[in-house]
């Protein structure tokens, strides 16, 4: 498969949400809404549930199915109570000694006079900073469209896994060609170019596992990362919490080719 | 949407800073003339250098180098720089990339869009960075946050404060998503820094936007912000397009953001330096012997 062509199976609007895989992969998943400060931004699902018997903290970026679906989630796109809301919810975690899972899927953190005013660089400048430090195990599993600050906002892991057709990428392909190339045509040569597909990224490292796909019968795919998920929390949940966060700063600092 | 419109011309208003010196032309005496775009006037590019890169005429700030921005904050002959050695490769061996980091380096005549070091502000010791407008318009790469995130560990290590300058368009898309993992590299080094107990102050400067906003900008203990400077995570023309209604004035402007609860203070490129000279000393700062 292209890189054009994982862009539009990410983005395929039959495919699984984040919704989807919390109900396919957890039990007793228990809705916790709100970010105690603003609002309750329906782009983001938090809540807690169990893996396997393990309580976890899920959060998940929901783009919905149904048009009405869509337009109540904002398509996935967060706006700053959303990425306050995923905060409050990992800061729980901390304090009961759960770990998190995050689903990200997403076009990128929303753009628009709102999400301005009330400070959308700073809550994501603030969910970066304090998940690098966060003293619980953290999974991200990009299973859609990987937009930007706006996923790594839920992406900042001891290990990020990879849906083999998601995509994950520092700007999208059609805005990449527009502002570079002054050329919208050319969005599949950009594709190519950001290297966003899970192939891509687990060669450089920034994925640590990608799992595959087997059309559009997911549940194969659910049974393999309920247990994959089980597994490395619990074996991540062994580690001391502190050595855990030194280790995903480690993790994110060999990041950049650099001639010294 | 990260680093958008960092190449591109401004076409709205509110992106087309009153403040960038564009226009360089000699004048009838073989001297640079620059026109001031807030009021029209013609200034020499020396005059207007002697004066803190502020229009003489009407007060409205040109944007400012990272070397320029160093001298005018820092003690005479204090600042030595570090990590000058780390510069941009071209990691997903993009298109075009090595060329347009070619033009930036002669263009800007730096190695990389950040200068980093150590100096004294009123004879406080304190690790310092500035952005550099002229380099691909302080775009964040792998190497801009490798010295950035070297600064803070070095700053940690030392016990020093750190005071920046921030100005951006946002990632370096050439650099793909190896741009994007330095908001989180660099957001892991001021976390540590300020978890030593350190003070971390950070001077928003026009245009700070993207994924610099969405990091290490907006991670200060204390944030400041020069007067009229453009300070988001989206450009004013990405809102533009997808909310398709135009901006209001002064949005997204310093004054915005101090109404909405975002910046400490705004403070003018006269006071900065004395400010900051405060502000270090009120957070346990001694001159040095």
Known sequence: ?260 | MLGKGIFKKPKNTLEASPFEATAKKPGASGEVCVKCPACRTALFLGDLAANGRICPRCGAYFRMGARERLDSVCDADSFEELFSGVVSGDPLRFPDYENKLAQARARSGEPEAVVCGTARLGGVPMAIFAMEPEFMLGSMGAALGEKVTLLFEQATLNRLPVVGFTVSGGARMQEGILSLMQMAKTSGAVRRHGDAGLLYICVLTDPTTGGVTASFAMQGDITLAEPGALVGFAGPRVIEQTMRQKLPERFQRAEFLLEKGFVDAIVGRREMKQTLSLLLRLHGGEAAV
């Not at chain 1, 809705?31 to 169990?50: N, Q, Y």
């Not at chain 1, 996935?76 to 959303?82: K, L, R, T």
């Not at chain 1, 549940?219 to 490395?232: C, I, M, N, S």
């Open chain 1, 1 to 260: 498969m292209s890189a054009i062509e994982s862009v539009r199976a990410a983005r395929a609007s039959g495919r699984p949400t984040g919704l989807d895989f919390i109900r396919n992969i957890f039990e007793d998943f228990f809705e916790l809404h709100g970010d105690r400060r603003f609002g309750d931004d329906r782009a983001v699902v938090a809540g807690v549930a169990r893996l396997d018997g393990l309580p976890v903290t899920v959060i998940a970026l929901e783009k919905g199915h149904t048009t009405k679906e869509k337009l109540e989630r904002n398509f996935g796109s967060a706006h700053p109570e959303g990425y306050r809301k995923a905060l409050r919810q990992m800061k729980l975690a901390e304090k009961f000694r759960r770990p998190v899972v995050c689903f990200v899927d997403t076009a990128g953190a929303y753009c628009g006079i709102g999400a301005e005013e009330r400070g959308q660089g700073q809550a994501i400048a603030e969910i970066l900073m304090e998940c690098m430090g966060l003293e619980t195990p953290v999974i991200s599993v990009l299973i859609g469209e990987g937009g930007s600050g706006g996923a790594l906002a839920l992406a900042v892991a001891d290990e990020v896994w990879m849906l083999q057709n998601a995509v994950y990428s520092v700007i999208s392909p059609e805005g990449c060609a527009s502002i570079l190339w002054k050329d919208a045509s050319r969005t599949a040569e950009a594709a190519e170019c950001l290297k966003l597909t899970a192939g891509d990224l687990l060669a450089l490292g920034v994925v640590e596992r990608v799992l595959p796909e087997t059309g559009e019968d997911f549940a194969p795919l659910y049974a393999r990362l309920k247990r994959d998920l089980a597994e490395t929390l619990r074996s991540l949940g062994a580690t001391d919490a502190r050595a855990l966060a030194a280790l995903r700063y480690e993790r994110f600092r060999k990041f950049g080719v650099v001639k010294a």
